[in-house]
């Protein structure tokens, strides 16, 4: 693929050609009057005149259409074609006029062969296919005029005009050389060989304009690699640079011949396709060659004997000029990328509306957590948990939050978000202030609940001053004789953390009196060796697995078999997401200590909640 400019610039030759031969060419018209050989040179002229409108259609067909690559490669055979030409008409004149010795004619005609070669070699230089030919069609007759002159000036001047031809192909050669390093330094990525980020831009530039006028798609996959930089990290920049370079000759193998491949820095590439028709776009298809792209870059890497592993996520999006979105294609695919990022890396995610909507809401959610926590819009809700005879007998603390704007925004949607940013620090410690104050006044009422849950999140835990925080709200907030019991909700997730440090602080908050509950169980990294090495009071088994238990067999097994595991390991059972009746006449007959769910009632403002369960009349 030529740069752009490269035609650019041909295309302005285009017109000083035609402006060179049109002018000189009047000369040769009234020679040709004066001494009776006007008809050649008519006819030579008009042939110029039909080569300079050949040029022009060119030059115009160039200025108003903007050309994928094949119609490019078109535009560009056929500028070839009007250089030859045009340099051929030269020759072709030189001929006629060099027989003219009778009126010295043959000394214009000497004259303007040399001109024209230097012309073709300072203008044509960027292209090796058009000098060297069009040089020797202009640069041969001459030497064979010289030759035929037999004199011994004759053959000193063909002697000459050899060396002339050899010195302008040289000149020629070596600008066309450095033009050529240049443009390969300016375009690509010294380590991989691919297009740097700097031609890709304007590679797009252009393509959008083309595609918006000629009413066509693209798509792009950006390629991120999973990991990349623990093998820097580990194996060294070297061995990272091999990868590199192992990852873009594999993707320039799978996609060269149909796409437009690009390193955009460091780990980052992107493939962008030919351009499509909107009816020929199909997503699945796309899907499924990215899909396979992956695959190929999954494949072992043997690099200096060792073998490693990459995998990576691509992100894809469409270019579609129809929307005004499609400026945005680079961030849609990023969006996408990251995407498949947060969902495991290892895979291919497609820009939509909705995941950009998604993106968007996290980052309103981002801008206005901060201040609603400052604001108190953050308040609590609490969920009664019966027991067999459906009796209340605690409650799970849930977070809520009303926005001005959002309206209730799902905690599901803001503790991820809190978790991420580190605010969670700042939010669990005013959830927990919050709900040790509220113990407190349940016990100044008299009003009795035996337990209260409170969900912690693994960021929390591991917070320096955690479990100082809890003491002093033990301190300030329970009554040595309130028999409250507390406990902490925690998830799986804290197992991808140091699980000895998890055991510690766990017996340390223990020791205060806290029991901790295994929350959403069987939902995350479900390995039963935690059962038993952390200190832990109770199973949570998540609504998932209650939600089809009555149509599900593997469902019913699955909730069975968590409540074996439960006894056997003599842990509490507390059953979540009990929708109706059935549930839970079902869920009764077993082992099982606790229930919460709908069924019994949604999660209650703290007023309502007193009035329900804890205010008897
Ligand atoms: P979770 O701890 O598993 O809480 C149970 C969720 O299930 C709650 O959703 C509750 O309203 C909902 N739920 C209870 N019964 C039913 C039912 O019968 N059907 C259905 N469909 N849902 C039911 P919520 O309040 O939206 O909380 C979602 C998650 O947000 C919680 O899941 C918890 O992981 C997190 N979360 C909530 N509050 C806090 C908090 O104060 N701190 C932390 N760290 N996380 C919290
Ligand atoms: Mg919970
Ligand atoms: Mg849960």
């Known amino acids: 693929m030529k740069h752009q400019n490269h035609y650019l610039y041909f295309q302005k030759q285009i017109l000083l050609m035609i402006f060179l031969s049109l002018i000189p060419g009047i000369v040769y018209v009234v020679f040709g009057y004066i001494y009776d050989v006007f008809l050649p040179a008519i006819l030579w002229y008009v042939a110029v005149w039909m080569t300079a409108l050949y040029g022009v259609i060119l030059y115009i067909w160039f200025a108003t259409h903007k050309m994928e690559e094949s119609e490019l490669s078109r535009w560009y055979k056929h500028l070839i074609a009007f250089m030859y030409i045009i340099f051929l008409l030269w020759t072709v004149i030189f001929m006629l006029y ?23 070699s300072a203008l044509l230089f960027s292209e090796r296919k058009i000098f060297i030919p069009i040089l020797l069609i202009l640069m ?56 740097n980020r700097r031609y890709y831009m304007e590679y797009m530039q252009f393509m959008l304009d083309r595609l918006a006028l000629n009413h066509k798609k693209a798509y792009i996959l950006l390629i991120d690699l999973d990991y990349f930089k623990s093998i820097n990290d580990s194996l060294g920049h070297d061995m990272g640079d091999k990868v590199l370079q192992e990852v873009a000759s594999r993707i320039k ?37 990215a899909e396979n792209l992956l695959a190929i870059l999954k494949e072992p890497y043997i690099i200096d004997g060792q073998h490693l592993y990459l995998s990576a996520s691509i992100g894809v999006s469409q270019i579609d000029t129809n929307f005004s979105h499609s400026n945005n294609f680079l961030k849609e695919a990023d969006i996408a990328m990251y995407e498949a990022k947060k969902a495991g890396r290892d895979g291919v995610i497609t820009f939509s509306k909705e995941l950009e909507e998604s993106v968007n809401n996290t980052l309103v959610i981002k801008q206005k957590l901060y201040n609603a926590l400052h604001d108190k819009k953050i308040y609590l809700n609490y969920q009664v948990q019966v027991n067999k005879n459906q009796e209340a007998i605690g409650c799970e603390v849930l977070a809520r939050w009303d926005d001005d704007d959002l309206g209730i925004v799902p905690p599901d949607s803001f503790i991820p978000i809190a978790e991420k940013t580190g605010l969670i620090i700042e939010l669990g410690a005013y959830i927990l202030l919050e709900t040790f104050k509220t113990i407190d006044e349940w016990h100044e009422r008299g009003l009795k609940i035996a337990y209260i849950s409170i969900n912690i999140s693994v960021r929390q835990l591991f917070y320096s001053t955690f479990i100082e925080e809890i003491e002093s709200l033990m301190q300030q907030y329970v009554h040595p004789k309130n028999t409250i019991k507390i406990i902490f909700e925690i998830t799986e997730s804290i197992l991808v953390s140091d699980v000895e440090k998890v055991t510690d602080i766990m017996l340390r908050l223990k020791a205060l009196g806290i029991i901790f509950s295994m929350d959403d169980f069987g939902t995350g990294y479900s390995s039963l060796s935690y059962l038993r090495n952390l200190p832990i009071d109770e199973l949570k088994i998540d609504k998932l697995f209650i939600n089809h238990l009555l149509e599900s067999e593997t469902d019913k097994t699955m909730v069975r078999t968590m409540l074996s595991i439960a006894k056997n390991f003599s842990l509490n059972v507390v059953i979540e997401g009990i929708e109706n009746e059935e549930q839970f006449i079902f869920l009764s007959q077993y082992h099982c200590d606790v229930f919460q769910g709908y069924h019994f009632s949604k999660p209650l403002s703290k007023e309502k909640f007193e009035e329900r369960y804890l205010i008897k009349m």
């Open 253 to 289: 193998n799978t996609c060269e011949l149909s796409h437009f491949i690009a390193r955009l820095g460091g780990d980052e590439f992107i493939v962008v396709s030919k351009d499509i028709d909107q009816e020929e776009y199909a997503q699945q298809k796309v899907i499924g060659y």
């Open 98 to 120: 060099s027989t003219e010795v009778k009126h010295h004619l043959h000394y214009i005609a000497i004259f303007t062969q040399l001109g024209a070669s230097v012309v073709a």
């Open 140 to 195: 041969l007759p001459l030497i064979g005029y010289f030759f035929l002159v037999a004199t011994w000036y004759g053959y000193v001047l063909s002697l000459f005009s050899i060396i002339f031809l050899g010195v302008l192909i040289y000149a020629s050669n070596n600008t066309y050389m450095l033009i050529q390093k240049n443009y390969y330094h300016a375009q690509h990525d010294a380590l991989t060989g691919l297009y």
